[in-house]
């Protein structure tokens, strides 16, 4: 039998990547039936497994964030050299969000630049605090 997580991951991550809600999964999987039942309908119950409900696709989302955070941490643990850019902006809500850009090479030549954190902001946004904001994420990679 066919690993069906796999394919949630995927259409999980496929939602985050357009930045659909976690609710359209069940949309998709509703989808997913209508095309298997006319395609390939000895292969309809396996679709029907899948779960793709809002909780589930959260879960996976995270997972996947998770995955990439550990990745970033284990590129910057080996930068010989590196730079941080910090920049403020506002969301459709008008929150001051902290965006912290890393960029980095390593022994190899190999070049890593990544969008680390983005980190919403609550009252006033002065250089200190985001100063301070960078530093409790830089030390969470340790």
């Given at each position: 039998m066919m690993h069906l997580s796999k394919q949630v991951f995927l259409i999980s991550q496929i939602l985050a990547k357009i930045r659909k809600p976690y609710s359209d999964g069940e949309e998709v999987?509703?989808?997913?039936?209508?095309?298997?039942?006319?395609?390939?309908?000895?292969?309809k119950k396996l679709v029907e497994n899948i779960s793709l409900s809002g909780y589930n696709v959260a879960?996976?989302?995270?997972?996947?964030?998770?995955?990439?955070?550990?990745?970033i941490a284990k590129r910057v643990s080996a930068f010989s050299s590196y730079s941080v850019a910090l920049d403020e902006s506002c969301d459709t809500a008008d929150t001051a969000q902290l965006a912290v850009y890393i960029r980095g090479v390593d022994n190899d030549y190999n070049i890593t630049e990544e969008m680390a954190s983005l980190q919403s902001m609550k009252g006033a946004t002065t250089g200190?605090?985001?100063l301070m904001n960078w530093k409790k994420y830089w030390q969470g990679l340790d």
């Open positions: 999987k509703e989808c997913l039936c209508v095309a298997s039942d006319n395609m390939f309908p000895d292969k879960r996976r989302i995270d997972s996947l964030s998770g995955n990439i955070e550990s990745t200190h605090l985001f």
